[in-house]
């Protein structure tokens, strides 16, 4: 969050307060106590230290920021009820923040359906900072990187606790958990699961593939479905109210089946197309041809989401590929390296047996020596 100006003076910002308050307890304890005196060079140096370590901190969450903006995931202020339907959802979440749990949460469906909405929605509600994070924001160039940015982000969310860490899409982050990556970024999350008072809300489009043992970790479980019929009855319903149309019952079960396979996404970017049309311009036989347009760009949308999965998954499994391929060349350097000590331990032992061959002959010849000078 950025500074703000007030009338000449900058107000803090919630991270800078954030901040302040770790700064003066961590002053008050290292510098507080009189049976501990230090010297004014310590008590600088201390301060210069943490103030070093603010501004570092400060400048990693300001680029973040700019990241997060980038990859279109800010936080937007969302409450209850500027989501529709999904009211059962909506009420389950709402007994939880009552009780004052902050409990780690499983978001999955097809995409569209409010998972990432939802999420706000409560953090909004409970007045909880919303730190997302997806693949592509934990991306690196090592797979150890994945697991450093994934550290920060929690580092972040200790911060402001009590806070909601929004982790967007961990069917692509960890997929069923076996790839080296995976299992480095399932035991830096394991690390952190259980030390923050903070909710942790992961979503998912497929999570048939994801590892159940690490699963298990999310108390709550909340599968998003598409708008059914009578849902999509009740938006048609009210927002041609709104419209101040007059329409029968049929135009608006028409609406509803050509509506089949919607998200709920579909559903508000159709009404967001009137919405700065003129009262006049709005009539049945534009909203159905409006949805007809958006059911082609829907469907131009899916194969290229389509054709950029097909892309990720043949990158993956060139990069499994290759990671493999590095192991069987390790496993080959290693048993190349095995043999060749082997044989130069057979030729050490050759050396040594040839040593003690000479040795015991010359002592041998010594004894003969020995035994004619006797003779004589």
Not at 91 to 117: A, C, D, Q, V, W
Not at 258 to 283: C, D, V
Not at 327 to 339: P, T
Request: hydrophobic share 30%; proline share 2%.
């Amino acid at each position: 969050m950025n500074p703000v100006l007030v009338c000449g003076r900058r107000r803090q910002s919630s991270f800078e307060r954030s901040f302040n308050q770790i700064i003066i307890g961590g002053l008050e304890q290292n510098l507080g106590q009189p049976q501990q005196q230090k010297s004014e060079q310590e008590i600088r140096e201390r301060i210069e230290k943490i103030k070093k370590k603010r501004i570092e901190l400060k400048k990693k969450f300001d680029d973040d920021r700019i990241k997060r903006e980038s990859l279109g995931l800010l936080y937007k202020i969302v409450h209850w009820d500027d989501i529709i339907e999904q009211d059962q959802i909506k009420n389950f979440l709402k007994s939880y923040l009552e009780l004052g749990r902050h409990i780690h949460m499983h978001f999955t469906g097809p995409p569209g359906n409010g998972k990432k909405t939802m999420a706000m929605a409560y953090a909004t509600e409970d007045d909880l900072h919303f730190i997302p994070i997806s693949l592509k924001f934990i991306a690196g160039e090592k797979d150890e990187d994945y697991a450093q940015n994934i550290a920060i982000a929690f580092e972040q969310a200790k911060i402001f606790a009590p806070s909601v860490l929004f982790i967007e899409g961990i069917d692509k982050m960890i997929g069923d958990g076996t790839s080296n990556r995976a299992k480095l970024i399932m035991n830096e999350l394991e690390k952190h699961l259980n030390k923050l008072d903070t909710s942790i809300v992961a979503t998912s489009t497929d999570y048939s593939q994801l590892p159940e043992q690490f699963m298990n970790h999310f108390i709550l479980h909340v599968y998003f479905i598409q708008p059914l019929k009578e849902e999509r009855f009740r938006f048609f319903t009210k927002f041609v109210q709104q419209l101040k149309l007059e329409v029968q019952q049929s135009e608006i079960d028409q609406m509803v089946i050509q509506t089949h396979g919607f998200s709920y996404q579909n559903l508000i970017k159709m009404t967001e197309m009137f919405s700065k049309a003129g009262q006049s311009e709005i009539t049945v036989e534009n909203i159905l041809e409006q949805i007809q347009s958006l059911q082609q760009i829907i469907k131009q949308t899916n194969e290229e989401e389509e054709e950029e999965e097909e892309k990720e998954e043949e990158k993956e499994e060139e990069e499994e590929e290759n990671e493999e391929e590095n192991e069987e060349e390790k496993e080959e350097e290693k048993e190349e390296k095995l043999q060749q000590e082997e044989e130069e331990e057979k030729e050490e032992e050759k050396e040594e047996e040839k040593e003690e061959e000479l040795q015991q002959e010359k002592e041998e010849e010594k004894q003969e020596e020995n035994e004619k000078k006797e003779e004589k």
